[in-house]
Every structure is written in structure tokens, then in C-alpha cells.
């Protein structure tokens, strides 16, 4: 059974950063696909940042030059460094693992657990 637990969020004022980090355990699942994604109220998941086996990595166009994915190994940690952040950035943001892919990818139903989120709240 592998377990993810986000860990990072918070509240920020806009241009401001976090880095979100997801430990998993009971699997190496930093050794497959993760993604992290987010839900505002209202509003339906979305996935924002997917990094593959292969470490290529996809991100929605609304965070591209602003969101890193990264992850290690090592630690079995995905991590999801957050850079001029906006008030629509504001979600709560979950981590994911699939064993279906080898690309990173922002779908999703092909992942295959979850943590339980972490919430992320920008103020104008």
C-alpha cells in the first residue's frame, strides 16, 4: 500500500513562495510517474505538474516558468516548488503516483493514489 503525505502549504501574499513536498512510503512510487494537482472550491481537479520515469516533466500552461517539479529519489520525496504566486493559485493541492506511464502526464484517472492534500491560500 503506498502512502503520500503532502506537507508545505500555507498562506502566502501574491509573488510569494512555497515548495510543496509529498513523502511517500510503502513503495518506491518517486521511481514512477507523480504529479501533483489541485481543486479550488467549486471548481474540478487539475492537474498541474507531472513528472515521468524518464524525469521529462509537464506542467499546465497557467504555471509554466513559475512551478517546478522535482523529485528524489533518494528520499522517495516529490517535491513542487511554487514561484510568483497568484491569488488563482489558491487550492488545495494533492500528490499523486501512477503505475501506468512512463511520461509524465496531467491526467488524472491514470493515477492511482493519493495523499490527502495540502492547502495553499494566495491573498492579493
Known amino acids: 500500500q503506498v502512502q503520500l503525505v503532502e506537507s508545505g502549504g500555507g498562506s502566502v501574499q501574491a509573488g510569494g513562495s512555497l515548495r510543496l513536498s509529498c513523502a511517500a512510503s510503502g513503495y518506491p512510487a518517486t521511481k514512477y510517474c507523480m504529479g501533483w494537482f489541485r481543486q479550488a472550491p467549486g471548481k474540478e481537479r487539475e492537474g498541474v505538474a507531472a513528472i515521468g520515469v524518464d524525469e521529462s516533466t509537464s506542467y499546465t500552461d497557467s504555471v509554466k516558468g513559475r512551478f517546478t517539479i522535482s523529485k528524489d529519489n533518494a528520499k522517495n520525496t516529490l517535491y513542487l516548488q511554487m514561484n510568483s504566486l497568484k491569488p488563482e493559485d489558491t487550492a488545495m493541492y494533492y500528490c499523486?503516483?501512477?503505475?501506468?506511464?512512463?511520461?509524465?502526464?496531467?491526467?488524472?484517472?491514470?493515477?492511482?493514489?493519493w495523499g490527502q492534500g495540502t492547502q495553499v491560500t494566495v491573498s492579493s
Open positions: 499523486a503516483v501512477s503505475f501506468g506511464c512512463y511520461y509524465g502526464n496531467l491526467i488524472a484517472t491514470m493515477y492511482n493514489y
